[in-house]
């Protein structure tokens, strides 16, 4: 397949998926008359050229498909739905505009009576397209365990009648919180798996921005969107030669500095919405991200939107990043004060931050301790080189103590 329809492919699957599980409520029926289609279109489109209106071909070639499979298999009387639809063939192609019904999908497949696992296996396969195994190998899970996932998500929407439709407005807020948690949780997959991740990272900015497009008005989805734009930025800086490089170490010029620019313009509107009202946890994570790609970052200004999101969520984790940035204003001994009231006793970056604010201080012996106990709780072979090569460094330190700076 060439490259120009392989994308077009990517931009269409979740849209023309969603209009054909709208029409037949059946996600397995909808997904084989939608897999038959988008078949018929690379040869078609191959010998033919691209329609003029793709996205309308492609729905209508899956209707198509979908309706003279019914009438085959003699059930058509039974999907009253259908009754007034007169016998389809794959070469009547409407190119009147289909209503998008991905965000009926997207609160489908994240409706609260999902597990999370499950939510996100069917986000993936349904609005991202991919295939069983490629969720499986993201997930690190067996290619049967997610099939299994997959069959038992859609038959939970089955026989527990989970409505095709965006929840009702008093219910809206709730549900969201929990799509783009969902999303959210595709995005750092990607992420904390680096180059390896690409493809998840791909597939949540692909989810973040139809959620963005579709629900103009909320603040959080645009939030969560300028999150991932501007963390993903980054990227190509966060390893070299196979070795993981902190944030204040990265190679400035190895940012994608367009996907910056894009990022903050998509948070400045995430703030627009928000004014009047409270900022939401992806509005504020957002904003953290933008001041920390700065020359020069304000950590004053970061360490308060990191106590406003630790206030809203009540996370350590949020607390523990407080105090990082804490320690960049005020000095090392301030984040040590915020870090030792912090229960994360088996979290690797609570004493892999302690041991390097301890390193600064000058306290190697303290520092040797704590990176000896991240170095037992840590899991990433990366992040376990890091943290030794950060130990082997002490003996230099104990060496020439006034390499050693902050305080």
């Known amino acids: 397949m060439n490259g120009s329809l392989e994308r077009t492919f990517r931009e269409e699957w979740g849209r023309v998926l969603a209009a054909l599980i709208g029409f037949l409520g059946d996600f397995d029926r909808a997904e084989e008359a939608t897999q038959e289609a988008f078949a018929i279109a690379a040869q078609r ?20 498909r979908a309706i003279n499979r019914l009438r085959r298999e003699r059930t058509l009387a039974a999907k009253t739905r259908l009754l007034e639809v007169p016998h389809a063939s794959e070469d009547q192609i409407e190119t009147s505009t289909f209503p998008d019904e991905r965000l009926e999908l997207i609160f489908t497949c994240c409706h609260p009576a999902l597990a999370t696992e499950a939510q996100v296996a069917l986000t993936l396969r349904t609005l991202g397209g991919l295939d069983t195994d490629a969720i499986a190998q993201a997930f690190l899970v067996s290619e049967p365990t997610m099939s299994q996932r997959l069959v038992r998500a859609k038959r939970k929407i089955k026989a527990a009648g989970i409505p095709f439709r965006v929840p009702a407005e008093h219910l809206l807020a709730e549900r969201l919180a929990a799509v783009l948690a969902v999303v959210y949780l595709i995005f750092n997959q990607g992420y904390s798996t680096r180059s390896s991740g690409r493809a998840l990272v791909a597939e949540a900015l692909l989810l973040g921005r139809a959620l963005a497009e579709l629900m103009p008005e909320q603040a959080e989805a645009h939030g969560l969107l300028a999150l991932m734009l501007l963390h993903d930025s980054r990227r190509d800086a966060r390893e070299h030669e196979g070795e993981l490089v902190l944030l204040l170490d990265q190679d400035r010029t190895r940012w994608d500095w367009t996907q910056i620019a894009e990022g903050r313009i998509v948070l400045d509107r995430a703030v627009t919405l928000a004014k009047g009202g409270a900022a939401g946890i992806y509005v504020l994570q957002a904003a953290i991200s933008s001041l920390h790609v700065e020359q020069t970052p304000d950590w004053h200004e970061i360490a308060a939107l990191y106590g406003e999101l630790a206030r809203l969520t009540g996370s350590p984790v949020v607390e523990l990043n407080r105090a990082i940035a804490v320690a960049e204003e005020l000095g090392a001994e301030a984040g040590l004060t915020i870090l030792d009231r912090l229960a994360l006793e088996d979290f690797h970056y609570l004493h892999a931050t302690r041991a390097e604010l301890l390193r600064r201080l000058g306290r190697t012996a303290e520092a040797r301790a704590a990176y000896e106990r991240a170095l037992a709780l840590v899991h990433d072979e990366a992040e376990r080189r890091l943290l030794q090569r950060r130990l082997g460094e002490l003996a230099v330190l104990a060496r020439n103590p006034a390499a050693a700076h902050g305080g």
Request: hydrophobic share 35%; aromatic share 10%.
């Open 45 to 64: 489109w191959a010998r033919d050229g691209t329609p003029t209106h793709p996205g309308a071909w492609l729905v209508t070639t899956a209707r198509n």
